[in-house]
Antibody, heavy 128, light 109 residues
């Protein structure tokens, strides 16, 4: 059974960088069938996609966060990570890591299609 | 920027049918996926590729997608179906991205 587990600080100061890691167990992050990525949910609000990465390192980012986001993958550790810079209170949220089934477009390009496995989520609060 | 519009809330009596809509420009040309999220839990996929059901999801859950509206239908609603529901697509425009709807709170009366 695949499991994803988020880890990282639960409290980050404004203007600093939020860093989270997702450890994947029960399956390989190097599978050609999946993307891996991050979604967040501010308290009482809806889901927001942050970005997704393929094991080769190819990424897609939410355009509204792109300037502040870096997602990376470490296949040797079966982990992927999120860095979000210059955080403010608006970045306070539950952060989920997830596995995305890979889809192919008419032009043979691939993309993350749907989430079939989620981590349990971790609350990150931005406050001084 | 591609936008998915969901009603904030839908209410239904037990045993009746709930329909949750997800509106988007020509959404019928995209693949729509639906997630159920109960309080304090991670979301769970309930419908994928418009109308397919993952294993373990009751047949009471079904989906359709045409024109500018996708619909999640829950038949014979039970108290345990009370949750937030989100639609999601991949927007392969010039700035490709995942898009989530704003979510719909399903209340079982």
């Amino acid at each position: 059974q695949l499991q994803l587990q988020e880890s990282g600080p639960g409290l980050v100061k404004p203007s600093e960088t939020l860093s989270l890691t997702c450890t994947v167990s029960g399956g390989s992050i190097s599978s050609s069938s999946y993307y891996w990525g991050w979604i967040r949910q501010p308290p009482g609000k809806g889901l927001e996609w942050i970005g997704s990465i393929y094991y080769s390192g190819s990424t897609y980012y939410n355009p509204s966060l792109k300037s502040r986001v870096t997602i990376s993958v470490d296949t040797s550790k079966n982990q992927f990570s999120l860095k979000l810079s210059s955080v403010t209170a608006a970045d306070t949220a539950v952060y989920y890591c997830a596995r995305w089934a890979r889809d192919f477009g008419d032009d043979s390009s691939s993309s993350p299609a749907l989430i079939d496995y989620w981590g349990q989520g971790t609350l990150v609060t931005v406050s001084s | 920027s591609y936008v998915l519009t969901q009603p904030p809330s839908v209410s239904v009596a037990p045993g009746k049918t709930a329909r949750i809509t997800c509106g988007g420009n020509n959404i019928g040309s995209k693949s729509v996926h639906w997630y159920q999220q109960k309080p304090g839990q991670a979301p769970v996929l309930v419908i994928y590729y418009d109308s397919d059901r993952p294993s373990g999801i009751p047949e009471r859950f079904s989906g359709s997608n045409s024109g500018n509206t996708a619909t999640l239908t829950i038949s014979r609603v039970e108290a345990g179906d009370e949750a937030d529901y989100y639609c999601q697509v991949w927007d392969s425009s010039s700035d490709p991205k995942v898009v989530f709807g704003g979510g719909t709170k399903l209340t079982v009366l």
